[in-house]
């Protein structure tokens, strides 16, 4: 739905296909927008320098020692895997903030809302943490969000 770049340094832009948001809900929008924001997030924070990767990215750390030479600032991968580590609940906690919950169900339900960014990526199709009934509710709500069906719950953003 959308895709962030790096401009220059520490200037990011997010380009939104708006065929896609046309058709997508606001809590798809909200989901992308916060999403790509982590990109932009990484991109800075791996940029900067290395020092920092240990503490805050283990994940980041441990893959700068195996190849020192590559720019990490723009491994897809990585932040993918970054953000399945360590930002999904964020996601997750800034969605029920704008939209509210109010029993456990509806907690699962933003979790996969948040989730639906690493979709299509390596660490959703090899991760043992979700069940392959679970991971076909993740891919289904956000389907239904992406698309406006009759089963999403958020509205059109027009």
Not at 36 to 58: C, G, K, M
Request: proline share 2%; with cysteine.
């Amino acid at each position: 739905m959308a895709q962030t770049s790096n401009t220059d340094p520490y200037n990011y832009t997010m380009t939104f296909d708006l065929n896609r948001v046309q058709n997508a809900t606001d809590i798809a929008i909200a989901r992308t927008m916060m999403h790509e924001s982590i990109h932009a997030y990484l991109f800075s924070v791996f940029a900067l320098n290395d020092s920092i990767y240990e503490a805050d990215f283990p994940l980041a750390w441990a893959k700068f020692l195996e190849d020192p030479n590559k720019d990490f600032s723009t491994d897809e991968g990585l932040h993918h895997e970054q953000m399945a580590q360590s930002y999904v609940d964020a996601l997750k906690f800034g969605l029920i903030d704008i939209y509210g919950v109010s029993d456990y169900k509806n907690e699962e339900y933003w979790e996969n809302i948040a989730l639906g960014g690493l979709i299509e990526t390596a660490w959703f199709d090899t991760t043992s943490v979700y069940s392959s009934t679970r991971k076909r509710t993740i891919k289904d709500q956000n389907s239904y969000e992406d698309t406006n069906h009759e089963y999403s719950r958020g509205s059109l953003c027009n």
